[in-house]
């Protein structure tokens, strides 16, 4: 079955950077891949998008130039790359994809940006 998982997050400080990974197992195609978050008492909120083939992607105005989203499909792995981190980006980090008109959702990793 379709599984993700996710790694990488951690305490941070203000201006820091954090890697985030996100493997999915469970099927044999590449698919658009999002990452999305979520802070206590808010929405779970679209972060960053990329294309099957990583040539296309889109960011939240509120990380566009900080972060990046990228993939590996030989590795089945998409990362987000998040540098000159604020303590806004608290939050806990899930990675999503949609196969077959399903979303699937990975548990998520915790991300704490505090000085």
């Known amino acids: 079955q379709v599984q993700l998982v996710e790694s990488g997050g951690g305490l941070v400080q203000p201006g820091g950077s954090l890697r985030l990974s996100c493997t999915a197992s469970?099927?044999?195609?590449?698919?658009?891949m999002k990452w999305y978050r979520q802070a206590p008492g808010k929405e779970r909120e679209l972060v960053a998008v990329?294309?099957?083939?990583?040539?296309?992607?889109n960011y939240a105005d509120s990380v566009k130039g900080r972060f990046t989203i990228s993939r590996d499909n030989a590795k089945n792995t998409v990362y987000l790359q998040m540098n000159s981190l604020k303590p806004e980006d608290t939050a806990v980090y899930y990675c999503?994809?949609?196969?077959?008109?399903?979303?699937?959702w990975g548990q998520g990793t915790q991300v704490t940006v505090s000085s």
């Open positions: 999503k994809c949609n196969i077959r008109g399903y979303d699937y």
């Open positions: 469970g099927f044999f195609s590449s698919y658009s």
């Open positions: 990329i294309s099957p083939s990583g040539g296309s992607t």
